[in-house]
Antibody, heavy 120, light 107 residues
Framework: QVQLQQWGAGLLKPSETLSLNCAVY????????WTWIRQPPGKGLEWIAE???????NYNPSLKSRVTISVDTSKNQISLTLTSLTAADTAMYYC??????????????WGRGGLVTVSS | EVVLTQSPGTLPLSPGERATLSCTAS???????LAWYQQKPGQAPRLLIY???NRATGIPDRFSGSGSGTDFTLTISRLEPEDFAVYYC????????FGGGTKVEIK
């Protein structure tokens, strides 16, 4: 059973940088895309970025200038950095894993999520 | 960017009724690249359907998906009490985008 354990969420101030981490337990780390998705309170889902074990990345164009996603295959971990935070970045942030096949970028496994609040 | 529009925004129904949820894409997408999720309050979303019509592991057969091109549908044949939730469609053929969601609420 795949488990995704996140940490790094919390209260940040405008203009600060968010750093989130996600450790993967169970299952293979390679062969999948690892993804960050966020959800503002009471609103819908927004895909942020994804990365595979080789470091190949894809970013949401609307966030690309502020986002970096990275992978540490020695620890089976992925990380997300989001710079220049504003109140609009307040959201639940989810770590997630794609489906099994090449091109299957639906989200098969989700972490529990971590709330990030941006407020002065 | 492929924009997904879900309708209706809210769907009031009673247990036992049939639910039909729509997801319309701003451009044609392969049926391989359309998924549906269920989200309950305080929980992460759960994968229901991928590739338009393939049920994920453990998903009851009262959930079914269909469609092609720009029009896709999630059908819940007979609503159970645990099915009242928000449902999202997602396309993953051209980057990844989600629809705005449909809330299935108790009438």
């Amino acid at each position: 059973q795949v488990q995704l354990q996140q940490w790094g969420a919390g209260l940040l101030k405008p203009s600060e940088t968010l750093s989130l981490n996600c450790a993967v337990y169970g299952g293979s780390f390679s062969g999948y895309y690892w993804t960050w998705i966020r959800q503002p309170p009471g609103k819908g889902l927004e895909w942020i970025a994804e990365i595979n074990h080789s470091g190949s990345t894809n970013y949401n164009p609307s966030l690309k200038s502020r986002v970096t996603i990275s992978v540490d295959t020695s620890k089976n971990q992925i990380s997300l950095t989001l710079t220049s935070l504003t109140a609009a970045d307040t959201a639940m942030y989810y770590c997630a894993r794609s489906g099994e096949g090449s091109g299957d970028h639906y989200i098969q496994y989700w972490g529990r999520g971590g709330l990030v609040t941006v407020s002065s | 960017e492929v924009v997904l529009t879900q309708s209706p925004g809210t769907l009031p129904l009673s247990p036992g009724e049939r639910a039909t949820l729509s997801c319309t894409a701003s451009q044609s997408i392969s049926s391989r690249f359309l998924a549906w999720y269920q989200q309950k309050p305080g929980q992460a979303p759960r994968l229901l359907i991928y590739g338009t019509s393939n049920r994920a592991t453990g998903i009851p057969d009262r959930f079914s998906g269909s469609g092609s091109g720009t029009d896709f549908t999630l059908t819940i044949s007979r609503l159970e009490p645990e099915d009242f939730a928000v449902y999202y469609c997602q396309q993953y053929g051209s980057s990844l985008t989600f629809g705005g969601g449909t809330k299935v609420e108790i009438k």
